[in-house]
């Protein structure tokens, strides 16, 4: 569930910004200290969020319904699979392209869907989830050409398709302490949501018939 679903059905009254419109969303972040994206502010205060439980608790609201993880974790490998479908049919020079999404490439996008999966495993083991989207053009980069991208984001949707857990364990992140199972379920929605993006990028049907997932109605 997005942040903004999430704060509308629950009729609080806030205002979503962009940092990067060189108007009030980058005055207003600037104000606030420059704070990590994206972020709750409440009462002048700035608060790092990476899911919607975390905005339950800053507002004291009753928390989103809890999903399944083994379900979260079987979409979430189709969705991968979905994607590396759709990239290995691709030439290098749509790869890198800009698309509607921030002018992000198709390569970009894998990068910041892919990664996060690549560190869940890791997360359950230590307690620790360092997943830094802004770095994402570091390791970008580092994907030089079509057999790079595609090998290095095989390799992860083959380590997470073998990856088993079972229960739950709190995580630390560098936008407050979450549950892994929490984690799961936004790196689902987060990548079923790029992989809508991708798709209608080539002028193609999404594909996605995923059970309790909602989408926001503008798709960049």
Do not use: C, K
């Not at 409440?42 to 989103?64: C, I, K």
């Not at 083994?70 to 699979?81: E, G, K, P, S």
């Not at 359950?124 to 079509?146: I, K, N, Q, S, V």
């Amino acid at each position: 569930m997005a942040a903004r679903e999430f704060l509308g059905e629950r009729g609080v009254d806030f205002r979503s910004l962009n940092i990067r419109d060189e108007g009030e969303g980058t005055e207003r972040w600037q104000e606030a200290g420059r704070p990590t994206v994206p972020s709750l502010v409440v009462d002048g205060e700035a608060h790092p969020v990476l899911h919607v439980s975390q905005l339950a608790e800053l507002l004291d609201l009753d928390p989103p319904a809890g999903g399944s993880p083994v379900r979260d974790a079987h979409d979430a490998a189709a969705i991968l699979d979905l994607w590396l479908g759709r990239i290995r049919a691709l030439g290098w020079e749509r790869l890198r392209a800009p698309t509607a999404s921030r002018g992000r490439s198709l390569r970009g996008l894998t990068v910041n869907v892919f990664h996060p999966f690549e560190l869940l495993p890791g997360a359950w083991d230590t307690g620790r989830f360092d997943w830094r989207p802004e770095d994402d053009g570091l390791r970008e980069a580092e994907l030089g050409d079509r057999q790079a991208l595609v090998g290095w984001a095989a390799a992860i949707a083959l380590l997470w398709g073998g990856f088993e857990f079972d229960g739950d364990r709190g995580v630390e992140t560098s936008r407050g302490d979450v549950s892994w199972s929490s984690l799961l379920s936004f790196q689902r929605w987060h990548a079923a949501y790029h992989y809508r993006q991708l798709a209608v990028s080539l002028g193609e049907e999404p594909d996605l018939d995923l059970e309790d997932l909602s989408l926001p109605a503008e798709v960049f």
